[in-house]
């Protein structure tokens, strides 16, 4: 089984940064890939962006030129940096991962942590 914790969430004022961080941990598994989503009150999660196993991201088009995630593969870890924060990324974040364990055969899943808080202030 493997775990997501994501922490870094919190109030911060519109043009503002927050750094979300989001560790895996558990026994014998890789990861394929890991992402970051939102979900506002009332609305869809959404996908905000994405990272491969070989260093590849993706973006939803509203963060591209602000947000940008990165991983640390030693640590097993993935992050997302949040500049000029806008009141509309208000939102619970949560971290996604597309991992591999491996114990009798390989088994394919994807995992979601707990989700953090970030509420961006006018």
């Known amino acids: 089984q493997v775990q997501l914790v994501e922490s870094g969430g919190g109030l911060v004022q519109a043009g503002g940064s927050l750094r979300l961080s989001c560790v895996a941990s558990?026994?014998?598994?890789?990861?394929?890939?890991m992402a970051w989503y939102r979900q506002a009150p009332g609305k869809q999660r959404e996908l905000v962006a994405h990272i491969n196993s070989g260093g590849r991201t993706n973006y939803l088009d509203l963060v591209k030129d602000r947000f940008a995630i990165s991983r640390d593969a030693a640590r097993n870890t993935v992050y997302l940096q949040m500049n000029s924060l806008k009141p509309e990324d208000t939102a619970v974040y949560y971290c996604?991962?597309?991992?591999?364990?491996?114990?009798?055969?390989?088994?394919?899943?994807?995992?979601w942590g707990q989700g953090t808080q970030v509420t961006v202030s006018s």
């Open positions: 996604n991962g597309d991992i591999t364990t491996m114990r009798v055969l390989p088994m394919r899943q994807e995992y």
């Open positions: 558990g026994s014998s598994f890789s990861i394929n890939a």
